[in-house]
């Protein structure tokens, strides 16, 4: 770890464990590393050069709400997915099923037309605005006011969401996308917080404005989106050797955003620290698991962002979120492996997603 | 209590389950309260003031029909759900396919083109008439001729019904909104029984008329949907110390309707009485509750008005609708959350809508 205090990386995480303490451990069947543990860089895929272990359960734990039955609905979460269109469905449909399983009570998907009906019909459980519009369907002329139309629809709702979930299977489309980037616009000035992902990186990646100096912005690259962005923002090739030092780099390049580096490990850096969550999850690597996450990070932003306005936490609710919801991905990716072996898709992590919160953070607690 | 006879509620409610009993509760395995049970106002998150407890099993049961061979097809009720827009498709399939699950023979769905189809797909066991007509796809000289034939459709079929559902996944479009206040002016022309949920509760708030005085109608407001029931009726806010007195003052405001108040209580009342139903549910507050409960109190007013038709009960028949609906609903969450945890959604639910009424209600008692 060149150029970083790994002594301060070491104690920040001792505080922030002991901050979000109160549980033990030792107690329960859930085997995580310790506090902060040091890792050889063979051994991270993902990132590679040395990075302190968090205690994502702890974490997850002190962020995830109780149910109690005085609370009424919308309380435990609104979640927002922009995404869905002409070729993708089922990207925001993953994301936004997730968010409801974790215990969001409301889960709403803004996609195109022809992406909604699909959508709609995976599940009745979404609300689906089918509201988006592609280049192959505008007259050039008609764009300034369909995409006025499309802001101000969006914009109806968007005060009610906690969290936005921006890019799965959002497509390439550059007037879908000129749509997306005044809604991104929108959130950022009524201050909700964006998870980004998918062929929302790709937008981002090209207009780094839309989020630089956003702290309620997060960014959960996989190996060639995070390719993609040091490139960008750094002008270098990614650095395996000093990955630590790079994702620091790269998030205070940008300005003040959360990025989740997804990998064998998965490395979580607001520019002030990295934490990395390792446990085992799955070695299926089928299509989808990244909507999950967002979708489940967006929750546990909510629900941190609900514990800050309480109490004070040792860091910020993105990162806090990206840790928990992490965590919770490998452990319902595990448990559905073990079922479904080489079989496992999508729909089976989905379906472990809520045993293993129980698992993690049991109710009755 | 302020300002209402207590000795008299506990006469009328004694009465009622006398009239209505014939079942020992002791050699059941579910739990309820007594027939008149005092709750402090900490208890009661849904409305405050002290209120009765109903014996809401026992009066399940005595309107619950038995299962004859000799009937057919129809007489166990026939449901239809006037809701599903663009943007809405679960909301109306929740009502419709919960009115079925529970038992009745009948679900049909009156919606946009658009929600049709999607409407269609959650189930084949329902009829879904893609009737309704929004703004956006409607041009302004052929609204009048648009809004007619609706109405033409709909009352093709309106004396067939024993009950409608208003208002699931209605959306708030004005020119759709129209056509629906049509239907419930026709609905009430034809003493057809009507539960007026979600964005029905809008339009009505808006036009009491159209309900004022009808004492076939039933509301069934949230928290929000109270609220702005209490500010258009009463003129002043919300008062929860006093709010059994409040809930008779609104009725009464209305003009002989019955609200079902939902809250960590049900409040029921048809301006005569307050019944409480305060059996344990679920903790979780995931969109589309409610639309179970509005399907279930359509089929339970149902049943209520055929044992009206054959013996005089103690209580009219959509207060006694309401009160099994939300028993019913309770114990069904119950056991959906009892499997399903912080992951219960909606559907979960409803698959366990058949076995709860199996429970309070055999099927070879």
Redesign the interface.
Known sequence: MVGFSHGAVIRRQLFLTRCLGGYNSSSTNICYSSAVKMQSSASGGGGGGAWPEVDAVTILRSITPS??????????GKIAVVGGCREYTGAPYFAAISA???????SHVFCTKDAA?VI??Y????????ILEESYSVREEDKKSISAKVIEEVDKWMERFDCLVIGPGLGRDPFLLDCVSEIMKHAKRSNVPMVIDGDGLFLVTNSLDLISGYHLAVLTPNVNEYKRLVQKVLECEVNDRDGTQQLLSLVKGIGGVTILRKGASDLISDGETVSAVSSFGSPRRCGGQGDILSGSVAVFISWARQCTEKRELSAGPTVLGCIAGSVLLRKAASHAFDSKRRSTLTTDIIEH???S??ELCP?SE
Chains 1, 2 share one sequence.
């Open positions: 149910l109690d039955t005085s609370r009424h609905k919308g309380q435990a409801l399983k974790i215990g969001a009570d409301l009906t709609k019909s599940s009745p459980e979404l609300i689906v605005h089918p997603l809520g045993e919160l129980e109710v």
